[in-house]
């Protein structure tokens, strides 16, 4: 191969690697800014709650596209972020909404506490979603063979005192569990019963406690609903 001919092949390969190279990072861009715009676009409790439901059958039948989890989205979201739904979830490992809903980076203001229990701390955190992000819904996600729940209900079956501060957590638990304890023979059901109950108190509690909340529900901007997950199958199923 002549000298003046290596040189043309080495311009074209330079020349196609350019081109290439801008084209890719003009559909990066466009994709990262379709990316952020996913969540942002969300702006009714329907669209959301609808997403959610998408998402959580992509999950459980093994189609998840896991979005939003690149480090371009990392960097895309760096300076600000617009979640399109809070969650209140438990403090349990295997429970976690971005992955059960299959969602990423910046999509899910997700709260977790043992119980998924509505306090005031936590209620300032809804708040502040509810607030500076505009969150057209908030789920109180249960789940089940609640370990928090399983504590209430057999420290306040036998009477005994939990460790440390977990006494704190079975407290706060007892005005839904006790009502339910006898109901029974089955310990299963009373700790499955339980879960609902509960989901349904955190809703309520949203709203009894919170006049902002309150005042979004009644003008049709934010919804509160409360949801069950399976911990055999993963699917998430609405509690009324």
């Known amino acids: 191969m002549s000298t003046s ?3 043309r092949r080495s311009l ?3 020349g196609g690697a350019a081109a290439l190279g801008i084209g890719l990072l003009g559909a990066g861009s466009g994709s990262a800014q379709a990316a952020v715009s996913r969540s942002a ?7 959301a709650l609808e997403r959610l439901l998408r998402g959580n059958r992509r999950f459980i039948t093994g189609h998840a596209r896991h979005p939003d989890q690149t480090v371009t989205h990392l960097h895309e979201i760096a300076s600000g972020q617009h979640p399109f739904v809070t969650t209140i979830g438990c403090a349990d490992s295997r429970v976690s909404p971005e992955i059960l809903f299959d969602e990423g980076l910046g999509d899910i203001f997700d709260n977790r506490v043992a119980g998924n229990l509505v306090d005031d701390l936590l209620l300032g955190s809804v708040e502040f979603a509810v607030e500076e992000f505009a969150t057209p819904l908030i789920l109180v996600l249960g ?3 609640c370990g928090a729940i399983s504590a209430a209900v057999e420290a306040l079956e036998s009477g005994s005192t939990p460790a440390g501060h977990i006494g704190t957590i079975v407290e706060a638990l007892r005005p839904v569990v006790e009502p339910l304890l006898g109901t029974s023979a089955d310990p299963a059901e009373t700790i499955e019963a339980a879960v609902r109950a509960n989901v349904r108190a955190q809703v309520q509690a949203l709203t009894e406690q919170s006049s902002l909340i309150a005042e979004r529900v009644a003008k049709g901007e934010v919804r509160v609903l409360g949801a069950r997950y399976d911990l055999d199958n993963g699917k998430v199923t609405l509690v009324h």
Do not use: D, F, G, K
Not at 41 to 47: L, S, Y
């Open 143 to 145: 789940h089940e063979r």
């Open 5 to 7: 001919a290596a040189s």
């Open 41 to 47: 676009a969300v702006t009714t409790p329907q669209a």
């Open 12 to 14: 074209l390969v330079s």
